[in-house]
């Protein structure tokens, strides 16, 4: 029997016998407890999952009837068969009264016993798929309702309807996102394609993967109204809104926003966002999905994993964007290179840069090396991701382009040194590069090499290894070949010469050499001693 029953009776003798009836009648339950006494019973039924209580009800410390009320007050699902040697009528109409499953009267017979279980088992059962279909049509409810609410938003979007009296935003939208006296922005969500098979997630997957979105979106603290809802003909996508009363804050507060929901995204899912977003739009959604559309395609220049503004399309088709200099500052900013960051943040906010493009070009580049340190980085401080956000009142406080420049590689490096774990990346890639040393030990392998094959600085690299190792990447090569050498001369009858060549040592001297430095014995004096 799948159930759970306690037993309590204050006679041993009497639970003992009840137990051995259980299991005679093949009512064995999968979980069988115990009690003395009134309050043992209470205590167990406190801390354990239990479905039946069979009960005496004349026992020391509290009766039977006095349990079940006690326990109806905290758990009023449970069941009750209730076990007596008295016949009086007033036990029997309280026990009916506290909804009681059974009331038997000793001596039990084996029919009676199995009986009043089995009705038991039985209601439990019952209730169990009443609840069962009460929950799947309270599901099926929801899920239709919000069905049609997102399809609302879509026709909206779609549709290019403008808010006002009687139309299809206010009547099913509008207590959920208020609009009236607002600036909107549009934005189209897109799930970067790398987001799948080589993470959490498989292309199947993408009810879960949209379920995500929604709930991490709506659960960010953000002063804007905010909405989120699938595309209904795209699952790649989802569409977005964010409203506020002042325009340039909503700008700003989407744009923390979306860089916020993007990291959590990425860091805590492994789920990559592209998003586009339109212009601020005041009453009306006409034009967004246009706009966020256009905004989004500027990712096959510039990339995936980015957040996209109309308004910001001039600065992107600039020839003068500085796309190359932004791929090279990833790297650094990867390497942990402070030199070439400084350099770079130099070159990418050059005086004729800015002057030429003004704030909108700042924000820009900005915004997008904040999603570079953020995308590198183990974790991040939420003080941290506020401080890389791009405010006005920020630009106004600097005093000249140097203090810009100045301010936001100290904020670079501020980041990178504030990281729980700032070489946990590079730890991985010096694991990819032993491996890859075990593979290739026999070739000519410089540290320099294996540093720009992991995006490394040559000096941070020696360090992570030499961490990881114990020892230098030039004696860690060494150590191999010489193990491997070692191998050869015992085990093959290869030429001195030849097993030289074999761990990449082409100088047969320079081999011999470093063998006897190393081992103590010449390679015949170290065959001849190990061979048997």
Same mark, same amino acid.
């Given at each position: 029997?799948?159930?759970?029953?306690?037993?309590?009776?204050?006679?041993?003798?009497?639970?003992?016998?009840?137990?051995?009836?259980?299991?005679?009648?093949?009512?064995?339950?999968?979980?069988?407890?115990?009690?003395?006494?009134?309050?043992?019973?209470?205590?167990?039924?406190?801390?354990?999952?239990?479905?039946?209580?069979?009960?005496?009800?004349?026992?020391?410390?509290?009766?039977?009837?006095?349990?079940?009320?006690?326990?109806?007050?905290?758990?009023?699902?449970?069941?009750?068969?209730?076990?007596?040697?008295?016949?009086?009528?007033?036990?029997?109409?309280?026990?009916?009264?506290?909804?009681?499953?059974?009331?038997?009267?000793?001596?039990?017979?084996?029919?009676?016993?199995?009986?009043?279980?089995?009705?038991?088992?039985?209601?439990?059962?019952?209730?169990?798929?009443?609840?069962?279909?009460?929950?799947?049509?309270?599901?099926?409810?929801?899920? +239709?309702?919000?069905?049609?609410?997102?399809?609302?938003?879509?026709?909206?979007?779609?549709?290019?309807?403008?808010?006002?009296?009687?139309?299809?935003?206010?009547?099913?939208?509008?207590?959920?996102?208020?609009?009236?006296?607002?600036?909107?922005?549009?934005?189209?969500?897109?799930?970067?394609?790398?987001?799948?098979?080589?993470?959490?997630?498989?292309?199947?997957?993408?009810?879960?993967?949209?379920?995500?979105?929604?709930?991490?979106?709506?659960?960010?603290?953000?002063?804007?109204?905010?909405?989120?809802?699938?595309?209904?003909?795209?699952? +790649?996508?989802?569409?977005?809104?964010?409203?506020?009363?002042?325009?340039?804050?909503?700008?700003?507060?989407?744009?923390?926003?979306?860089?916020?929901?993007?990291?959590?995204?990425?860091?805590?899912?492994?789920?990559?966002?592209?998003?586009?977003?339109?212009?601020?739009?005041?009453?009306?959604?006409?034009?967004?999905?246009?706009?966020?559309?256009?905004?989004?395609?500027?990712?096959?220049?510039?990339?995936?994993?980015?957040?996209?503004?109309?308004?910001?399309?001039?600065?992107?088709?600039?020839?003068?964007?500085?796309?190359?200099?932004?791929?090279?500052?990833?790297?650094?900013?990867?390497?942990?290179?402070?030199?070439?960051?400084?350099?770079?943040?130099?070159?990418?906010?050059?005086?004729?840069?800015?002057?030429?493009?003004?704030?909108?070009?700042?924000?820009?580049?900005?915004?997008?090396?904040?999603?570079?340190?953020?995308?590198?980085?183990?974790?991040?401080?939420?003080?941290?991701?506020?401080?890389?956000?791009?405010?006005?009142?920020?630009?106004?406080?600097?005093?000249?382009?140097?203090?810009?420049?100045?301010?936001?590689?100290?904020?670079?490096?501020?980041?990178?040194?504030?990281?729980?774990?700032?070489?946990?990346?590079?730890?991985?890639?010096?694991?990819?590069?032993?491996?890859?040393?075990?593979?290739?030990?026999?070739?000519?392998?410089?540290?320099?090499?294996?540093?720009?094959?992991?995006?490394?600085?040559?000096?941070?690299?020696?360090?992570?290894?030499?961490?990881?190792?114990?020892?230098?990447?030039?004696?860690?090569?060494?150590?191999?070949?010489?193990?491997?050498?070692?191998?050869?001369?015992?085990?093959?009858?290869?030429?001195?010469?030849?097993?030289?060549?074999?761990?990449?040592?082409?100088?047969?001297?320079?081999?011999?050499?470093?063998?006897?430095?190393?081992?103590?014995?010449?390679?015949?004096?170290?065959?001849?001693?190990?061979?048997?």
């Amino acid at each position: 029997m799948d159930k759970r029953v306690l037993i309590v009776d204050d006679e041993d003798l009497i639970r003992q016998g009840m137990i051995a009836r259980l299991q005679y009648l093949n009512l064995k339950p999968v979980q069988l407890y115990e009690a003395e006494s009134g309050l043992g019973a209470i205590e167990i039924l406190k801390n354990q999952p239990v479905d039946i209580v069979i009960t005496d009800i004349r026992m020391a410390d509290m009766d039977g009837l006095t349990l079940i009320r006690t326990v109806k007050s905290f758990l009023p699902d449970i069941h009750f068969i209730i076990i007596s040697g008295y016949a009086e009528f007033e036990y029997a109409e309280q026990a009916i009264r506290l909804g009681v499953t059974a009331y038997l009267l000793k001596p039990i017979s084996n029919e009676a016993l199995k009986k009043a279980v089995e009705e038991a088992a039985d209601r439990i059962d019952e209730k169990k798929k009443e609840r069962q279909m009460i929950q799947k049509g309270i599901r099926s409810m929801e899920e +239709n309702r919000t069905y049609l609410f997102e399809k609302t938003v879509n026709d909206l979007l779609l549709n290019q309807e403008t808010i006002g009296a009687g139309t299809t935003l206010e009547t099913a939208v509008f207590q959920k996102f208020p609009l009236l006296n607002r600036y909107v922005m549009v934005m189209i969500i897109h799930i970067d394609g790398d987001s799948y098979g080589q993470n959490y997630f498989e292309c199947k997957d993408i009810d879960l993967i949209q379920f995500s979105i929604k709930n991490v979106f709506m659960e960010l603290s953000s002063p804007c109204g905010k909405l989120i809802v699938s595309n209904l003909g795209n699952s +790649n996508q989802l569409y977005g809104l964010t409203s506020h009363e002042n325009k340039n804050q909503l700008r700003l507060e989407t744009e923390r926003l979306l860089t916020i929901f993007s990291n959590v995204m990425r860091k805590k899912l492994r789920i990559s966002l592209t998003v586009g977003v339109s212009t601020a739009l005041l009453e009306t959604v006409k034009n967004g999905v246009e706009e966020a559309r256009e905004s989004l395609t500027q990712r096959v220049i510039h990339g995936n994993s980015n957040l996209y503004f109309y308004e910001d399309i001039r600065v992107l088709s600039a020839d003068q964007f500085p796309v190359s200099e932004l791929n090279m500052m990833r790297r650094y900013i990867e390497r942990h290179d402070a030199e070439h960051i400084e350099v770079m943040i130099q070159d990418i906010f050059s005086d004729e840069n800015i002057k030429k493009y003004n704030t909108s070009y700042v924000r820009i580049l900005w915004t997008r090396i904040t999603n570079m340190i953020l995308s590198l980085s183990a974790t991040m401080d939420p003080d941290k991701i506020e401080k890389l956000v791009m405010k006005p009142e920020l630009i106004a406080s600097f005093h000249s382009l140097e203090d810009l420049r100045r301010h936001l590689y100290l904020l670079i490096m501020d980041c990178m040194n504030a990281d729980a774990d700032p070489d946990g990346n590079a730890k991985n890639k010096v694991k990819l590069s032993i491996k890859y040393i075990r593979d290739n030990y026999n070739r000519d392998i410089s540290v320099n090499e294996l540093a720009e094959k992991y995006s490394l600085s040559p000096n941070y690299y020696s360090t992570i290894f030499k961490r990881e190792t114990g020892q230098t990447t030039v004696n860690y090569i060494k150590e191999l070949r010489l193990n491997k050498a070692c191998d050869y001369l015992v085990n093959s009858g290869k030429s001195i010469a030849d097993i030289s060549k074999e761990v990449g040592y082409e100088d047969s001297q320079y081999f011999f050499r470093v063998f006897k430095k190393t081992t103590g014995l010449t390679p015949l004096e170290y065959r001849k001693a190990h061979r048997r």
